[in-house]
């Protein structure tokens, strides 16, 4: 059973920093894994951000533009997103997501079979 609990939203001015977090349990396909991060405001579409495959590759929604990194400590099972210079764009709910191996990209339109509660972020101007 896949678990994922986010953490680490929070509100911020413009130009700061956050770091999400997700705690993530039963996302494992064998020896492989897909994990990432979409988001969503009210009435809109998810949007993938970011992705990480097992074996490093990662991909990062155009609209990140460099200011985000995502990363995955194997050992304590947690994902991370870190994300800089942020703008008031990026104000929506953040989940933590986990896929097939095989869809490992933002670029998958149902990118996130598995997703967590979601955290919160707000960038004021």
């Keep these: ?10 509100s911020v001015q413009a130009g700061g920093s956050l770091t999400l977090s997700c705690l993530a349990s039963g996302y494992m396909h064998g020896s492989q894994y897909c994990l990432g991060w ?3 405001v009210p009435g809109k579409e998810r949007q993938p951000v970011a992705s ?10 155009d609209f990140v533009q460099g200011r985000f990194t995502i990363s995955h400590d194997n050992a ?6 870190q994300m800089n210079t942020l703008k008031p764009a ?5 989940y933590c ?6 869809y490992c990209s933002v670029t998958y339109p149902q990118f996130g079979s598995y997703y967590g509660r979601g955290t919160r972020v707000t960038v004021s101007s």
């Design 1 to 10: 059973q896949v678990q994922l609990v986010e953490s680490g939203g929070g």
């Design 38 to 40: 979409f988001r969503q």
């Design 52 to 61: 990480i495959h097992s074996d490093g590759r990662t991909t990062y929604a």
């Design 76 to 81: 304590n099972n947690t994902l991370y997103l």
């Design 90 to 94: 990026d104000t929506a709910t953040y």
């Design 97 to 102: 997501a986990a896929e097939s191996p095989t």
